[in-house]
């Protein structure tokens, strides 16, 4: 299966802060990949899709980049509502296989 | 709209068999190209996805465990079943099923989640 390497496992940054996730694919994805939120108790939420594609209705300031097999994830502006973990998630071909996950808190 | 519900025990024991129930309303799997999968979350690990099922009754398990797993489908109650035999403590999770985008292998919308512990 193709592994998928998400960093860091936590972060704690101001609101208003610049923040940066980054995801490695062990094998080439092409545009293949998605990021999801989760808080505690909510559905999760898809927010960007085909790499860098923003999910109707998601803020303009969640944003994806990259192809192959190095995605970024950016959160432009972090925000209170921003707390929780985020997972990049490959979808190339089945099985299907997620990040280890971002818990992103505010300091 | 769509959305999901998930429901099923909370608490099984250990080589129990587990089925879970999502209900979904918004969309139906008598359309093409249409599939409902289950993902789970065990505290404090990432995200593991299981099954899925499509509108013609396609069926798709993760390698590693299915042997332990069956999905089914009810497009008459709007459900999708999924049963998984020989629980563990370490299938304590969160389960979640969920819509896929058709035509692609991704989940666009999530119902909440059931908490399932397995202890005797």
């Known amino acids: 299966d193709i592994q998928m390497t998400q960093s860091p496992s936590s972060l704690s940054a101001s609101v208003g802060d610049r923040v940066t996730i980054t995801c490695q694919a062990s094998q080439d994805i092409s545009h293949y990949l998605n990021w999801y939120q989760l808080k505690p108790g909510k559905a999760p939420k898809l927010l960007i899709y085909d790499a860098s594609n923003l999910e109707t209705g998601v803020p303009s300031r969640f944003s994806g980049s990259g192809s192959r097999t190095d995605f970024t994830f950016t959160i432009s502006s972090l925000q209170p509502e921003d707390v929780a973990t985020y997972y990049c998630q490959r979808y190339d071909n089945l099985p299907l296989t997620f990040g280890g996950g971002t818990k992103v808190e505010i300091k | 709209q769509i959305t999901l519900k998930e429901s099923g025990p909370t608490l099984v024991k250990p080589t129990q068999t587990l089925t879970l129930t999502c209900t979904f309303s918004g969309f139906s799997l008598n359309t093409r190209s249409v599939g409902v999968g289950w993902i789970r979350q065990p505290p404090g690990k990432a995200l593991e996805w299981l099954a899925l099922i499509y509108w013609n009754d396609d069926k798709r398990y993760s390698p590693s465990l299915n042997s332990r797993l069956t999905i089914a489908k009810d497009t008459s109650k709007s459900q999708v079943v999924l049963t998984m035999t020989n629980m563990d403590p370490v299938d304590t999770a969160t389960y979640y099923c969920?819509?896929?985008?058709?035509?692609?292998?991704?989940?666009?919308?999530w119902g909440k989640g059931t908490t399932v512990t397995v202890s005797s």
């Open positions: 969920a819509h896929f985008r058709p035509n692609y292998y991704y989940m666009d919308v």
